[in-house]
C-alpha cells in the first residue's frame, strides 16, 4: 500500500458530512494556490486552485478559502463521500519559481 | 488526466547500480519536474527543466542528474543507487511558471537493496 500518508494528520468524517482541510503556506509572496488529492498508489490529481486576488472559488462539491491575512488556505467538500478518501495537500506558488507543497493531511470518509 | 507516463512503474535494484528513470508526455508542455515522495516529507523537488537541454535543480539534487533532448522525454539518473533514495518518484508537467497549475504521471517505486 501506499506509505506517504505514514505520518499525516488525520480527519475522520462520517459519510454525507462535510469536511474541511486546513493549510497554512509560508511565503506572503505567494499568489497561485491549488489543492491536489492523492489516492493510495496514484499521482496527485489536482482539484481546484485560486489565485490571490479571489478570497472565494467553488468547484464542484469543493470551496476553496483564501485567508491572506493570516496565509490560510482551506478545502471544504460538501457531502463527503466513501470517493474521498485520500490525501490532501496544498500548494503555493511563490512567483515565477517551482510550486511548494505541505505535507498533506490524510481524510478518512466513515461509512 | 494529462498525458503523462512514467517508466518503469516499479524497479528494485542493488546499491551502486545506475537506474533512469523516464517520463514521457504528450502535452507539448514547456516544463517537467521530477519529485521524491517520502513518508514525512510530502513531495521534494529534485530537479526541473524549463525548456529542451534546460534544466535546474531542486532542493535535493545530490546523487541525481537529469535530461531533456526532446520536449516529450525528460530522463531522470540515479548514476550509483543508494539506500537512501528509496522513494516513490513523480514526474509533473506544466505550461509555465508562476500561477500554473502541475499535472502529475503515476508515479515511480524503487526500491533500493
Known amino acids: 500500500g501506499e506509505s506517504v500518508g505514514l505520518h499525516l494528520p488525520t480527519l475522520s468524517v462520517q459519510e454525507g458530512d462535510n469536511s474541511i482541510i486546513n493549510c497554512a503556506y509560508s511565503n506572503s509572496a505567494s499568489d497561485y494556490f491549488i489543492w491536489y488529492k492523492q489516492e493510495s498508489g496514484k499521482g496527485p490529481q489536482f482539484i481546484i486552485d485560486i489565485r490571490s486576488n479571489m478570497d472565494k472559488r467553488q468547484g464542484q462539491r469543493v470551496t476553496v478559502l483564501l485567508n491572506k491575512t493570516v496565509k490560510h488556505l482551506s478545502l471544504q467538500i460538501a457531502a463527503t463521500q466513501p470517493g474521498d478518501s485520500a490525501v490532501y495537500f496544498c500548494a503555493e506558488s511563490p512567483g515565477n519559481t517551482p510550486l511548494v507543497f505541505g505535507k498533506g493531511t490524510r481524510l478518512s470518509v466513515i461509512a | 488526466d494529462a498525458g503523462i507516463t512514467q517508466s518503469p512503474r516499479h524497479k528494485v535494484t542493488e546499491t551502486g547500480t545506475p537506474v533512469t528513470l523516464r517520463c514521457h508526455q504528450t502535452?507539448?508542455?514547456?516544463?517537467m519536474y521530477w519529485y521524491r515522495q517520502d513518508p514525512g516529507h510530502g513531495l521534494r523537488l529534485i530537479h526541473y527543466s524549463y525548456g529542451v537541454k534546460d534544466t535546474d535543480k531542486g532542493e535535493v539534487s545530490d546523487g541525481y542528474s537529469v535530461s531533456r533532448s526532446k520536449t516529450e522525454d525528460f530522463l531522470l539518473t540515479l548514476e550509483s543507487a543508494t539506500s537512501s533514495q528509496t522513494s516513490v518518484y513523480f514526474c509533473?508537467?506544466?505550461?509555465?511558471?508562476?500561477?500554473?497549475?502541475?499535472?502529475f504521471g503515476p508515479g515511480t517505486r524503487l526500491l533500493v537493496l
Open positions: 509533473a508537467i506544466s505550461g509555465g511558471q508562476g500561477q500554473e497549475t502541475q499535472y
Open positions: 502535452e507539448n508542455h514547456r516544463y
